[in-house]
């Protein structure tokens, strides 16, 4: 009995081995779970079963901060994964970690792999390449700051639901009319800094920082007390005093007052889609975010958020081939236009783009090309590539704290605005110290 | 009166104390000297480099006048902590020690919240009071009261103290109520019949023949309030408003971990190992002297 039970398990092994030696691993951390998890999953599996060569073995670990702590905690013990997701706001530390990792047109070029860095849309790509277009992580999940719109409480305040949201004069006149019409939360938002400060920058193209908004080099001081951030942000500030703006968070908690019909107007990321689909019990719509009119050359583009793919240095050149092969599949048309389309992330191709539009998807989902013409509408300038500054995270957590100073009435917009400058950039002076 | 036992000679009582002391060595002696080792350094997140700095970690650190505010919110958040959760948890004991029907119920559903994950705890108390949609958020309304801890900055930390004392309640009453029961009777007793009233005889021979249990509960309970409860701010302020609940550990945490700033991680956790050492120390010396064994 017992002898047969180890012969087994020496099969077993045996034939274990036998597919591995015919198979490279490729082992991939994502940071994904419930319905996108299960959609990262499956563009895993068709890969798989795409080719013979390379099998790709996909393992959530974590929140995007302990998905990238993962990797990190790995790289130093020797056992890093071969592709590691990494959030946008981790992009500067990644490419400051010369020897952890291998830039993507390099793991292209080695491998031979047919690459074209200009597939992809311009504010996409331009977020995580170097200043001379050479691709360093691969794009994956993008999306873009847009206005939901609740069209059944337009209505029942008496506003025309169509009526023009495009620029934030606009917006504020509906607020006023909600307001009126006793409306209890006219407006909210879901990640302050990003929407309402980095985008708020970039598509009024003014500086978020200095040096290029930090793609310049490391020697970058944040620029976000100029001018028009402080006007917005005073704005926002008398919103919030007089009931029209309601704070409900530093993360994406606004979604679910707006999903459950109690906020009329609500400022997230494109990809708040799928949930506002499944969950949003009126009639919704997607406005371009909206800008201040008179401010010279806005609207620009908004920039994005999300997570792009970095290849890990250490591993065989056999597992760098597979891992360029899969990173071809990922952005390869159908793949691209199905996960925007389920998603709605952002084709993070133009080729997907004019798939999605070609299979009438747009026709059928009005508003959800919003994003795309929001991001590629002009091409992007210094200050609408996107932003690229060390402890980014730090410094966001900062920039909430100060802003929560400025909805409580506790500061002036000036006031905070200066103060996260002068926080944030003794952050800076530190990660240039580090990356040195 | 002192009953100790000496050894002769040197090696048995090494050998005695080895396991102890290889313990206290492998996972406080080395971690304690890493961390001092690496607050010196800003080190870039994968260690491929480090830049040595000596103090520069403390200096940035305490040149910080957020950094400073902290101190100030942690003592307010621990003291609050540990007072909530042994005042209630020694009035449920008292109750619970008078119970003769029931009372093994009674003791269970109370020891139950001590089996809640700390960020489990958080989640729950986070519903309840969510300033939306929060059951209690809601009786508040009807009352006329405006809850809001997303920017009222008193509101927030009221809420992460009640969260992180809820669960504690459970583990200090296991204590209070096993101290009330080693009391002997008799004692009581030969103090009711002298006409002592129950506040009197809880004041002046259940309190202090409580004391050992309260000193140690005191030590155990701040130690709690300075390092484990970082999840419960984590899911429900992330240290605001503002920097209202941004107590010290939260913020090695979020520093470390969150942001991989190391140095400043590091640098910070040297200086709470100080301030609870020396908090230990200052217990030890000063508050044990008034307890009776």
Known sequence: MKLQTSLLALAAVTMTANTAAAQTEI???HAFTGRLGELVAEQVETFNASQSDYVVNATHKGNYSETLNAGIAAFRAGEQPDILMVFEVGTATMMNAKGAVKPVYEVMADAGADFDADAFIGAV???????????????????????????????EAGIDPDTDLSTWQKVGETLDALKEAGHDCPLTTAWQSWIHLENTSAYHDVPFATQD?????????????????TQHIEAMGQWAKDGKFIYTGRRNEGGANFRGGECALFTESSAGYAGIKAEAE??????????????????????????????????SDEEYKGVAEFLNFLSSPEVQAKWHQDTGYLPITSAAADLTREQGFYDENPGTDVAVKQMTANEPTANSKGIRLGSFDQIRGIIDEELEAVWAGDKSAQEALDSAKERGDALLRRFEQSAR | MEKRVTFKGLWLPLLLVAPQLAITAVFFFYPAGQAIWQSLFIPDPFGLSMQWVGLGNFEYLLSDKYYRASFVTTAVFSILVTVVSMGVALYLAVLADRLIKGSGTYRTLLIWPYAVAPAVAGVLWLFMFNTRVGVVTWYLGLLGYDWNHVLNENEAMGLVVIASAWGRISYNFLFFLAGLQAIPKSVIEAAAIDGARFWTRFRTIVFPLLSPTTFFLLVVNIVYAFFETFGVIHTITSGGPQQATTILVYKVYSDGFVSQDLGSSAAQSVILLVIVGALTIFQFKF????VHY
């Open chain 1, 27 to 29: 082992d991939f951390w």
């Open chain 1, 125 to 155: 790509k331009g977020y995580y390449t170097t200043a001379g277009g050479e691709m360093l992580s691969l794009p994956f999940n993008s999306s873009t700051p847009v206005l939901w719109v609740n069209r059944d409480a337009l209505s």
């Open chain 1, 213 to 229: 908004n930090g793609f310049a080099g490391v020697d970058t001081e944040l620029a976000l007390n100029g001018p028009v951030q």
């Open chain 1, 282 to 315: 009126f009639d919704f719509d997607v406005r371009p975010l909206p800008y201040w009119e008179g401010v010279e050359g806005a609207p620009q583009n908004t920039i994005i958020g999300g997570a792009s793919l970095w290849v890990m240095e250490g591993q």
């Open chain 2, 287 to 290: 508050i044990e002297r008034r």
